[in-house]
Every structure is written in structure tokens, then in C-alpha cells.
């Protein structure tokens, strides 16, 4: 929303906030619906007010022309009565009243006017940055979608051989919450095995919760990464710089599990210590018959199944050129909204910027309408006291006379 916008919608609620409504904020909204409207049909005066106005004129004629001021040449020397100079000052009054407000309704217009051009100013700048950056994002998605289509200039890399359709974000959000508790569940079988391995150390229970989760944690998205990076190896070949830290993170976490099934094997071998006797009495698993090796091999493999199984996860993924390409699809169609807001209010202020000439001579032609129908009231009242005086005093030439004197122009 521009600035002329915000400050129209405060022009909306301000009167409700205190003080009454303003005829001048009435009348700019009126013309804002309907640029172009001609001049105020209607007297801009309530119509209480007009009534009183005439009453006051007909009591006053009454009481004139009963007093014995007038006679049949009092209009013929072309003073103006009392009352009616009366009226006529009331008349400027109101008049002046009325181009004060004339004037200060143009100066709100000219600032809506000057608001729609600096808003027109900022958004052409921001559809002009958002055409390019869409021109950019077109590109990109035109390069993938070749890229996944297998075209040969395209898909030099291998790219092409992993050809598939983006998968939504819903579907995405879906396979990504699944790979996670899968790897959820195995971590919950490691945690315990872990966690009996390090509270062997004797350490404190926060010290031992982070050997813990660390070391959970990096035996589960290490394969996971590994995966990864291994589909992107066969999509962007071996000279991809992902090679290095593949084989890196591979080695790592090998040589982890090796590390960790030893360890958990040695723990539990280790003889514990009678607590009567204070004598070494051999552990509880050399009493099920199985050897040192046998328990490391056990312990290798489930570590090895949870690693194969999150390696898995990370290679069978969404291609990473599709999962690009769904990204970029996403920037462009927010990239296109954004573009369209900004073009419609272009297009708005600069509609409106064109109607600035209609607009103004709009606004003049309704204020003098205005002012105009301010005017004639107080002419009317004129009338209506001049006939009140002839009909009181009964005299057939004042009443010719104030025929007369009705049809010189007023001041």
C-alpha cells in the first residue's frame, strides 16, 4: 500500500475519531469514487438551516415593512436596506468560509497528487528489479528443466540420466519426515548402547549425555551425508570437489564404527568386582558362551545396518537438480506475485497521475458549484424579505420596485 493510500484510509477514519465529520473530507472522497463527476447537484446547506434562514427573512420583512421605513421610491435610489446589507455580509462570510476550504481541499489534492507520483516512482524501480531478477530465475529453471530432460548441451555432467519430474513440497515435506524417524528409530536403538559404553568412564551425567548424543548423532548423519554427496557424485561426475569430502566422511565414519563396536565389546567384557568378597569375578556375558570377536562382530553390524540404511536414505533421494529446480520454481512464482502487486500499483498511481488536470478542474468545478449554491441561499433569503415587506405594506409600486430591484444583479 502507498503512501497515498495510507493517508486516504486515515482521511476515511480521522472523522470518526473526534470532532465530526468534515464536509471538505466528504466532498475530495466523493470526487476521489468519481473523477469524472460533474459539479455538487445539491445545496451543500442542511435543510434545517435553510428553513430557519427563511423564517428569519419573512419575520423581518413582516416587521419592516409594517415600521413605515419603506414607501414606493425607498428601492428606487438604489441604496441597499439594512437587512439586506446584513445579508450580504453574511454572505461573504460564508463565501470566504467556503475558499479557505476551497483552498486547503486543492493543497490535499496536489499532496495525493504528489504522493501517487513518488509512489509511481517506487514501484516502476521495483517491477524493473523484479523483471530481472525473474528474467535470471527463467533462465536457471529453462537450464534445469534441459538439464533433466536429458538434452546433450545440457547434461553433459550426467545429469540427465536421473531425469525425473520436481516432486511437490508437500511430498517433499512427506519423504523427508519419514527419512527422519526412520533414522529417529535407529538412533533410539543406539542411545542405549551408548549410553551404557561411556557410563562405564565413571564421568558426570551431563559429560556422559554429550559423548552420548555426539556420538549418535554423527554415526546417523554421516552416512546420510555420505549419500548424499554420492548421488551427487554420479550426477556430477568424479571431478566434482564433493569427491575429497565423500571419501573423507566415509573413512571417518568406518573407522567410528569399528572404534565404537570394540569399545562396547571391551566394556562388556571387562570383569567387574564382587561386593562382598571385593574379588574380580568375570562378566556376564562370558557366561552365554560368546567370544570377544563374536560381540564385535556383533556390534559392527548393527552399526554398519543403521549407517547402510541412512546412506540409503541420502542416495535414493529427490535428484539434487529436481530438488533445485523445484526451489527455483518456488522463487519465480513468488518472484511473479511480487511482480504483479508491483505493476498493479504502478498502474493504479499512474492512472491516477494522469487524471491529475481532470481532477484539479473536477475540484474547481465542484467548489464553485459549492460556493455558488452557498450563495443563492442568501439571494433567496433577499427575496423572500422583500416579499414579506410587500405583502405587509399592500402598496402596488414597492411591490413593482422590488420587482425591479430583484433583477439588478447582486453584489
Not at 514501484?123 to 531478477?133: G, L, V
Not at 542405549?192 to 559404553?197: E, F, K, N, R
Request: net charge positive.
Amino acid at each position: 500500500m502507498g503512501s497515498n493510500q495510507r493517508r486516504a484510509r486515515w482521511w476515511r477514519i480521522q472523522p470518526y475519531l473526534g470532532g465530526g465529520r468534515n464536509e471538505a473530507l466528504d466532498l475530495e472522497l466523493e470526487m476521489e469514487q468519481d473523477p469524472y463527476g460533474g459539479p455538487v447537484p445539491a445545496v451543500p446547506v442542511p435543510e434545517k438551516e435553510l428553513r430557519r434562514l427563511r423564517d428569519e427573512a419573512r419575520r423581518h420583512g413582516a416587521r419592516d415593512g409594517s415600521s413605515g421605513m419603506y414607501d414606493e421610491w425607498s428601492l428606487a435610489t438604489g441604496s441597499r436596506p439594512p437587512y439586506l446589507m446584513m445579508l450580504d455580509a453574511r454572505c461573504r462570510q460564508v463565501v470566504a468560509d467556503e475558499e479557505v476550504r476551497k483552498l486547503r481541499d486543492a493543497h490535499r489534492l496536489d499532496q495525493r497528487i504528489a504522493a501517487a507520483k513518488q509512489d509511481l516512482k517506487l514501484y516502476e524501480e521495483r517491477a524493473r528489479r523484479t523483471q530481472e531478477r525473474l528474467a535470471t530465475v527463467r533462465e536457471a529453471e529453462e537450464r534445469l528443466e534441459k538439464m533433466l530432460d536429458g538434452a546433450p548441451e545440457e547434461a553433459g555432467n550426467g545429469a540427465g540420466r536421473w531425469a525425473e519430474a520436481t516432486h511437490s513440497a508437500g511430498r517433499r515435506r512427506a519423504g523427508a519426515a519419514a527419512r527422519a524417524l526412520v533414522i529417529a528409530l535407529f538412533a533410539g536403538v543406539e542411545l542405549p548402547i551408548q549410553y551404557a559404553t561411556f557410563l562405564s568412564f565413571g564421568e558426570s551425567r551431563e559429560m556422559t549425555w554429550a559423548f552420548v548424543l555426539g556420538t549418535v548423532g554423527a554415526m546417523m548423519v554421516a552416512p546420510h551425508l555420505a549419500g548424499g554427496w554420492t548421488r551427487r557424485l554420479c550426477v556430477e561426475g568424479r571431478r566434482s570437489v564433493l569427491l575429497v569430502t565423500t571419501t573423507l566422511v566415509a573413512l571417518a565414519w568406518v573407522t567410528g564404527v569399528v572404534l565404537l563396536a570394540s569399545l562396547r565389546t571391551d566394556v562388556l567384557f571387562a570383569p567387574t568386582v564382587d561386593s562382598v568378597t571385593l574379588e574380580k569375578a568375570a562378566s556376564a556375558i562370558e557366561g552365554l558362551g560368546l567370544g570377544h570377536t563374536t560381540v564385535t562382530l556383533l556390534f559392527t553390524a548393527l552399526l554398519l545396518l543403521s549407517g547402510v540404511v541412512t546412506f540409503s536414505f541420502g542416495y535414493l533421494a529427490e535428484n539434487p537438480y529436481a530438488a533445485k529446480l523445484a526451489d527455483v520454481q518456488r522463487v519465480r512464482a513468488k518472484l511473479e506475485k511480487s511482480l504483479d502487486r508491483a505493476v498493479g500499483e504502478r498502474d493504479k498511481n499512474q492512472h491516477l497521475v494522469g487524471l491529475e488536470t481532470t481532477l484539479k478542474e473536477r475540484h474547481a468545478q465542484r467548489w464553485e458549484a459549492r460556493i455558488a449554491a452557498r450563495a443563492s441561499t442568501f439571494e433567496v433569503c433577499s427575496a423572500l424579505y422583500l416579499q414579506a415587506v410587500a405583502e405587509t405594506m399592500r402598496n402596488p409600486a414597492f411591490t413593482e420596485s422590488a420587482s425591479q430591484w430583484l433583477k439588478t444583479p447582486a453584489l
